[in-house]
């Protein structure tokens, strides 16, 4: 059994700061990319940013310059730090892992369950 258990949302003010958190736990063997995705009411789900094993990281346009993921390899964590915050980035935010449970496994996409940020302005 793997989970991937997010924190750190919650409601702020425009131009405020939030940083989210996820840690996967579980039987894992080890972690490929981890990522955060958002999904806005009436939208589709979207990449925010990745983060590969080594530390090579993309986001998408609309986050850059405001927002920087990091993760940490012996807490199987992943973090975003999300400054000058705007209304537009209201959505829930999901924690995506690709990992693996066995040595000689493949693999798989793992996701949180989601948490809220909510900007006011």
């Known amino acids: 059994q793997v989970q991937l258990v997010e924190s750190g949302g919650g409601l702020v003010q425009a131009g405020r700061s939030l940083r989210l958190s996820c840690a996967a736990s579980?039987?894992?063997?080890?972690?490929?990319?981890m990522g955060w995705y958002r999904q806005a009411p009436g939208k589709q789900r979207e990449l925010v940013a990745a983060?590969?094993?080594?530390?090579?990281?993309n986001y998408t346009a609309s986050v850059k310059g405001r927002f920087t993921i990091s993760r940490d390899n012996a807490k199987n964590t992943v973090y975003l730090q999300m400054n000058s915050l705007k209304p537009e980035d209201t959505a829930v935010y999901y924690c995506n892992a690709a990992l693996k449970r066995r040595k000689w496994g493949s693999y798989s996409d793992y996701w949180g369950q989601g948490t809220q940020v909510t900007v006011s302005s």
């Open positions: 983060i590969t094993s080594g530390g090579s990281t």
């Open positions: 579980g039987s894992i063997f080890s972690i490929n990319a």
